[in-house]
Structures are given as structure tokens and as C-alpha cells.
């Protein structure tokens, strides 16, 4: 006669089935580090394709960055915390007068302006430029958009309104 309880157990202990729940949490969890560890490397991406525009610009914008007397600013951190599509490229320049945020994205290339009062407070130069003229009594004007691949449009454009913008730069401190 055996008796059941000096029985010994011979095969293995099945593991516990896990639930969808905790397959799809488990899942969650592993590509949300994918994309962390990925986003050190997009961060790169994203300086280097910025160092390689505002060198672009300071060739192809001669105004800016000789009479203007502009220079590269470096780009704040918070710059790289948002998300960029990937041909977007930013350059910051200062001037004695105001600072310029240039944008290139999607083929298009967005110029805003802020006051050295208020760094980071960006308008686009043709708001500006529309406020000053109303300001003064003048019609609005339909300001050109420029594209990224021709920047002598925007150089131009800069050169022919800088007074103006300066101007209203000036006068929005006030």
C-alpha cells in the first residue's frame, strides 16, 4: 500500500498563463524604452541637421550676416524636446537690433522675429510688417512665403524691410 501523501511530485510545475492584459503592458513597456533610446539619436539628427542650416544660412543670407550684422545663436535645449518631422531645421541669429528664428520644414522656410526685450516671444515678419502698416495707416500687404531650397528671395525681402522691422520691433517694446 502507498500512501498518497510521501507521493512525490515528479513533473515540472507548469507557469502560471499570463493574461492578455499583462502581454500587452509588457509590450507597451518595451517600446516605449525603443523609442526612448531612440530619441537620443533623433536629438542628434536633429543638431546636426541644424548646425548644417544655420551654416547655410550664414552663406546664402549676406545681409543678414553682414550689414545686419548677424550672428548664429545656439539653440535652446527646449528646441530638441519636441517632436520634429524630419527635414525640419531651425537657426537662431541675433542682431544689435532684434533676433530672427529661421525654420526649415517641408520645403517651406518660415522667418519670425522677436525683440531683444522678449527673446523667445517669436512673430512671424509678416505679421509684423502687416501691424506696422496698419499702425501707420497703411493697406495690408500680401507677403511672400519662401522656399527652402531659394534663399536670396528672403535675404532680399529682409534687406528691402529691415528698417521697417526694426521699426516695429521698437515700437512694440513700448
Known sequence: MSDMSTRYITHRRRKPRRSLLS??????????????EKSGSARRLSQRSDREFAETLSHLLP??????NGSIEQLPA???????????????????????????VRG???V???????????EDVSTILNWLDTRQGLPRQLYPNFSDDRLQ??????RTNWTRLC???EAQED
Open 78 to 104: 527646449s528646441e530638441y524636446k519636441s517632436k520634429r518631422f524630419l527635414d525640419d531645421a531651425r537657426a537662431i541669429v541675433h542682431t544689435p537690433q532684434l533676433r530672427l528664428h529661421f525654420q526649415k
Open 23 to 36: 502581454l500587452v503592458v509588457d509590450a507597451a513597456v518595451q517600446a516605449s524604452t525603443w523609442i526612448d
Open 108 to 110: 517651406q522656410l518660415e
Open 153 to 158: 528671395p528672403a535675404d532680399d525681402f529682409l
Open 167 to 169: 521699426e516695429a520691433m
Open 112 to 122: 519670425e522675429a522677436a525683440s531683444l526685450k522678449r527673446p523667445f516671444e517669436w
Open 63 to 68: 545681409f543678414v550676416f553682414g550689414k545686419a
